[in-house]
């Protein structure tokens, strides 16, 4: 049974946001980890429809007040942190006023996309990042949800891979059916160039569509798990020639997928 020091990035966790495949499994996760003996910590986004007064989210002074210098656009990362009382565990927001005071989650009210979408997921991974090495916490694995946790994986290779915090982590990567119609910005890829990235490393999202997105996320995963019964072809297929170790999609209806995602993490260190 499980030892190990497992950060979440969720882009979505049940109860803060409504019910989805991926919501509710991270939620049904971070618990069920917790409880087979490993050590969490969990972030997701401050999305502005999150209530805080309800949820009773409270800002933690010690970790905030950093700012993050994103396409020359100074960002103030502020940490808050809230508890799921029926599971005994806590969950650390992201927040900045330009990023997630807008009471949306991706789209505007007619369902367009945000235009700065990209810039969030480019804090958001930073502020995460951050936050960890300010905790000095050493994750052993690293879980990534959503497509909004997908620059994540490349920061911890090519920005923070000589930070002791994350020497010896190994990166896992859920990938789902499910993401935006389109692409982000045409800037995402100088954006993160900026970061400290060779641009060479991101040619992939140079139309960032959600599957390239993906495709980064695979190329620097050390394990994918494949959270939908069926694939986008494009994915499946890219996924199958990584050579990446993989766990194919698990029944949820039965506790025993548990098991097998803390034997995943377990056969990756």
């Not at 020091?5 to 979505?12: D, T």
């Not at 050590?39 to 986004?45: L, Q």
């Not at 002791?164 to 800037?187: H, N, Q, T």
Request: hydrophobic residues 40%; glycine residues 4%.
């Amino acid at each position: 049974m499980g030892k190990n020091r497992i950060l979440y990035v969720c882009q979505e966790i049940v109860p803060y946001l409504p019910e989805s495949d991926m919501a509710t499994l991270c939620r049904t996760l971070v618990q069920a980890m917790q409880e087979r003996g490993n050590e969490i910590r969990t972030f997701m986004p401050r999305y502005g429809c999150i209530n805080e007064y309800r949820n009773q989210l409270h800002e933690v002074i010690r970790l905030s007040g950093m700012n993050l210098i994103i396409d020359d656009n100074d960002h103030q990362l502020i940490i808050k942190v809230a508890s799921i009382p029926s599971a005994r565990v806590q969950i650390y927001f992201i927040d900045n006023d330009d990023c997630f005071s807008r009471k949306a989650v991706m789209t505007d009210e007619a369902g367009k996309p945000f235009e700065d979408n990209d810039e969030r997921a480019i804090f958001f991974a930073r502020g995460v990042l951050e936050t960890v090495k300010k905790l000095r916490w050493e994750p052993t694995i690293v879980h990534c949800h959503g497509w909004f946790s997908s620059i994540v994986p490349i920061y911890l290779r090519e920005v923070f891979s000589d930070d002791p915090i994350f020497k010896d982590v190994k990166i896992v990567a859920s990938i789902y059916d499910e993401g935006f119609e389109g692409e982000l910005s045409s800037e995402m890829v100088n954006k993160i160039v900026n970061e400290g990235v060779d641009a060479k490393k991101l040619e992939i999202i140079e139309h960032p569509s959600y599957q390239n997105l993906m495709k980064l996320v695979i190329d620097y995963a050390d394990g994918i798990i494949v959270e939908s019964p069926k694939l986008n072809a494009e994915l499946a297929d890219y996924l199958a020639a990584s050579g990446k170790r993989v766990l194919e999609y698990q029944d949820k209806t039965t506790t025993e997928y548990l098991d097998n995602y803390q034997k995943f993490y377990d056969e990756l260190q």
